[in-house]
């Protein structure tokens, strides 16, 4: 569906992006992950056909950013940053002038727009002016938009900044039900924004690829640690990290604290991947001891970025 490859812009001696690629499949909800200015917006600007790029090239559903930009066009529904809508306008009818600039044809018009009205959850706000809605209501009347000529594309530029906890939640479940039936692309700096959307992550950190796919390939991919917290119980306590390194010789020290019901509280760290809980369990049988609460932390999200973010290329000029 959206096929990048060896993408490159540069303005003046500065490149914004450098030597991006990567792929997008039909029904698949692509995150893009990075710190303000990675170089997010360039790419979707890119593939929206706002900018073309320096090198390299981009296909959209087949069709050349560079040499068909219009075509481009045609199949996808962007949503920048700043949505541009006339607050002097009704919601209906600023659709109607998208639908007029779009082209869609007169006896489709009326289906079109009240689609997207309902896709969006803007029935009851078609005949509000615009500047009467609150910033989430905006935010919807953009992706009402941007799907109006129901394109199989969808890119959307940090569709939830600045809204409150609950649009956030509201603007989410609705990328997530697009992702259904479209593909889409959104770009976002917020953690949590990516974990609750996407099914993939492409990570940019100073206009390169710094790790793409699942955040569970990418954690594979990673040496980090798994830290396990157990809460034991037994006759014979004593000698807890000799009994552990029995358990596994990786294993990083451990920390014993008394547990307030009784028994210890034990933690440990090891490679990640390495243990199971099966074998925890195990060991604890052959050790003598009872386990009465056991949780794993994986390498998250957060640790993931993290990792990848901090080293830092020569600070911009």
């Not at 096929?3 to 039909?26: C, H, I, M, N, W």
């Not at 014993?256 to 199971?276: A, R, T």
Request: glycine residues 10%; proline residues 5%.
């Amino acid at each position: 569906m959206i096929k990048v490859q060896g993408l490159t812009k540069r303005y003046g001696s500065f490149a914004a992006v450098k030597d991006v690629s990567f792929e997008v499949s039909t029904d698949q909800v692509l995150g893009f992950l990075g710190p303000n200015g990675a170089g997010k917006t360039t790419i979707m600007k890119i593939l929206t056909g706002y900018h073309f790029p320096t090198e390299g090239t981009a296909l959209i559903d087949g069709a050349s950013v560079q040499e068909d930009p219009v075509e481009v066009k045609k199949r996808i529904g962007y949503l920048p940053e700043s949505v541009p809508l006339y607050g002097d306008l009704t919601v209906d009818e600023y659709l109607s002038f998208i639908a007029d600039a779009r082209l869609i044809e007169a006896k489709e018009r009326k289906k079109a727009i009240q689609e997207s009205l309902t896709a969006c959850g803007l029935e009851h706000a078609a005949g509000k002016r615009i500047e009467t809605l609150s910033k989430g209501y905006k935010q919807r009347v953009g992706l009402a938009q941007a799907i109006l000529h129901d394109p199989p594309i969808l890119i959307l530029d940090e569709p939830t900044s600045g809204l409150d906890p609950n649009q956030i939640i509201e603007i989410r479940g609705l990328i997530k039900e697009l992702g259904k039936r479209k593909t889409v692309i959104l770009s976002t700096h917020i953690l949590q924004e990516v974990e609750a959307v996407c099914s993939q992550v492409l990570i940019i950190n100073e206009g390169r690829i710094a790790a793409q796919g699942s955040p569970e390939a990418i954690a594979g991919t990673l040496k980090g640690t798994d830290t396990w917290e157990l809460i034991l119980k037994g006759a014979e306590l004593r000698g807890i990290p000799e009994k552990l390194s029995r358990l596994d010789g990786a294993i990083k020290p451990a920390l014993l604290e008394p547990h307030p019901e009784g028994g210890i509280n034990l933690h440990f760290s090891v490679q990640s991947g390495v243990l199971e809980g099966e074998s925890i369990f195990d060991w604890s049988v052959q050790e003598g001891l009872k386990i009465l609460g056991m949780n794993q932390k994986k390498l998250s999200l957060e640790d993931i970025f993290v990792k990848l973010t901090s080293e830092q290329e020569e600070p911009r000029i």
